[in-house]
């Protein structure tokens, strides 16, 4: 890449190098790839910012297997990540079906890309993505932890991008000569993010005069800060299974508090929902001799005088 430094590729850039920063040099950092315009160009720049920090740096393709040609798509993608002066290894997985088809793509990818030993692992997600998980997490109704979207760093992952639209990643791999490869379920009506994409935000930025991408984006970022602070607050609280504790905290800190309690205990997070916290609630402030809460993942949480506690689920029930 000659000449003068595209901006998109100086902001880039400066996005993995802020994410990044924490690091130090033999640091080992993994790039996911799927050969679209956002995963090439964060493994571009990224390329850029592993060479002077002195970062091992490699990149692993997943293989899906969920369409023709897959393996063509991987390899090439793998070539071109090569071609930046990146190791690329291609991954094969088999997805399930639990969840629905984008939920267990999801889980599949992400145990592919942890590597052991990896001190971060780079995802692509931009602005745009963050946009559409916000939607998503308004039209299920499932409160301000879905609403919040996609969080910047969550244990070894991370996601420099999402300060950055969509388009500026095909301006990066214009930039850097890269092709990138254009995935047909993202305009599939089938997939109701791919409508969110083609249908609903196009509509909404006519309606609402532009800037609702970024606008959602910047309410997920205000909705993680009040997240945090109320997860830290419901971690402080000493006692968190005495009933006269729960019942004098606020019921948006207590509800922190028993989701908390619920996790510890084994309970499963993306199946704890509002309708969980809710029964739990109600053995604190409206106790009328309830046995026990079931709870997904085995556990079930039981008031027994002034006190909760959890035990496993008998098998049967």
Known sequence: MGGALDPAVATGRNLVRGALADLGPGSRVVVGVSG?????????VTAFVADRAAYDLSAVIVDHQLQAGSAQVAARAAEQ?????????????EVGTAGGPEASARRARYEALRRPGADAILLAHTLDDQAETVLLGLGRGSGPRSIA??????????????????????QICRAYGLEWWTDPHNADPAYRRARLRREALPLLEEVLGGGVAEALARTAGQLASDN??????????????????LAALHPALRSRVLRRGALEAGAEASDLAATHLAELDRLVTDWRGQQRIELPGGVACVRKGDSLSYVRTPVGG
């Open 81 to 93: 990540v090569a071609g930046l002066g990146v190791r690329a290894e291609v991954v094969e997985v």
């Open 228 to 245: 945090a602070c109320l997860d830290e607050l419901a971690a402080a609280v000493a006692t968190p299974l005495d009933v006269a504790t």
């Open 149 to 170: 979207g996609m969080s910047p760093v969550d244990g070894s992952l991370r996601r420099p991008f999402l300060a950055l639209r969509r388009s500026t990643t095909e």
């Open 36 to 44: 679209g315009a956002d995963s090439l160009a964060l493994a571009a």
